[in-house]
């Protein structure tokens, strides 16, 4: 049995993911990464079962990574401004960061490709931030919502802001960069909107 190569399994999960974001799913086969991992197919079989088995622990490994973070310095019992802010902030900090991460993660979570069984790092992180949400309403620092009305307002602009951003224009077609300043302009609108 051939020995694994943390070197070459990395190479492999990174050469996947940019071939998915670039090609879609379907842009995918062991055949075309491995020329792109400039090894043999058969070499990909020493880490992933199979394609399936490849896309699932790729999406596993990318929700571990978004988890430790967003959950940065983050505790569901904190100030809800506070620990949103820090939370925004976070999830743009990953975003720069591991910018391949987040389009492999964005076009995989929903797709019928996933098993749909949850890592302990998914369910503890939906946990956590189920836990600040209802914190903040019990302390009345935000209005009572249905779940889906919060995120939609919570983090829709944020996203939205992150869209053009990577996609470095807006919608008038013109160039943009997501600052700071502005990212604090949105938050504190944000905010407004969420407040009793």
Do not use: C
């Not at 090894?39 to 079962?49: G, L, N, Q």
């Not at 490994?61 to 100030?79: C, L, N, R, S, Y």
């Not at 987040?102 to 189920?130: C, D, G, V």
């Amino acid at each position: 049995m051939r020995t694994k190569d943390e070197n070459k399994e990395w190479t492999i999960r990174e050469k996947a993911m940019e071939m998915i974001v670039q090609e879609g799913f379907d842009g995918l086969s062991m055949h075309k990464l491995a020329k792109a991992a400039n090894i043999s197919v058969s070499t990909i079989y020493i880490y992933f079962k199979s394609r399936e088995d490849l896309l699932n622990q790729l999406y596993t490994a990318g929700v571990e990574i978004f988890v430790q973070e967003t959950m940065k310095g983050f505790d569901p019992d904190m100030d809800f401004e506070a620990g949103m802010w820090l939370q925004w902030r976070n999830r743009f900090h990953y975003i720069r960061q591991y910018p391949m991460h987040y389009h492999f993660y964005e076009q995989f979570r929903n797709s019928p490709l996933i098993k749909k069984q949850r890592s302990t790092e998914e369910n503890a992180f939906k946990m956590a931030m189920k836990r600040f949400y209802i914190n903040a309403t019990e302390k009345g620092e935000i209005v009572s919502l249905p779940v889906e009305v919060f995120w939609a307002l919570a983090y829709s602009p944020f996203y939205t802001l992150v869209k053009f951003h990577i996609d470095n224009v807006n919608m008038s077609g013109l160039p943009f960069s997501l600052t700071d300043d502005l990212l604090q302009l949105t938050f504190q609108q944000t905010m407004r909107s969420l407040r009793i």
